[in-house]
């Protein structure tokens, strides 16, 4: 069974271009292990209206699953009880039911 991971790319602040690399590279190290799901909290960015890297990691992951890179991207505030391929991530990976309960702009779910 195929496991779920979260990534923090928020972690030390990094610039939107620090942020994108160590996002690649976490999907590259996922793929090639046994993770399925990728929890990536990007955070919303401090002027109230989304930061620069939740808007680049947000364009580069939809990027990717239009191309066929990963299966499955989900904004952190689409994932509810009435989107159904959260609703099916969910019951895969369990970790991500208390995401289902918080509308939350700041992260994003890729099913890789």
């Not at 790319?9 to 993770?35: H, V």
């Not at 364009?59 to 159904?84: C, M, P, S, Y």
């Amino acid at each position: 069974m195929k496991r779920f991971k979260e990534i923090d790319l928020e972690a030390g602040m990094p610039t939107s271009a620090d942020a994108l690399t160590l996002l690649k590279s976490s999907i590259t190290n996922a793929k090639s292990g046994n993770i399925g799901c990728l929890y990536v909290i990007h955070g919303y960015g401090s002027s109230g209206k989304g930061g620069v890297i939740r808007d680049k990691v947000r364009q580069w992951l939809h990027a990717q699953a239009r191309n066929g890179t990963v299966k499955a991207v989900i904004n952190g505030e689409d994932f509810t009880i009435f989107n159904f391929k959260a609703l099916e991530l969910k019951n895969k990976y369990r970790e991500l039911e208390p995401l289902l309960k918080v509308c939350n702009h700041g992260v994003t779910v890729v099913e890789l």
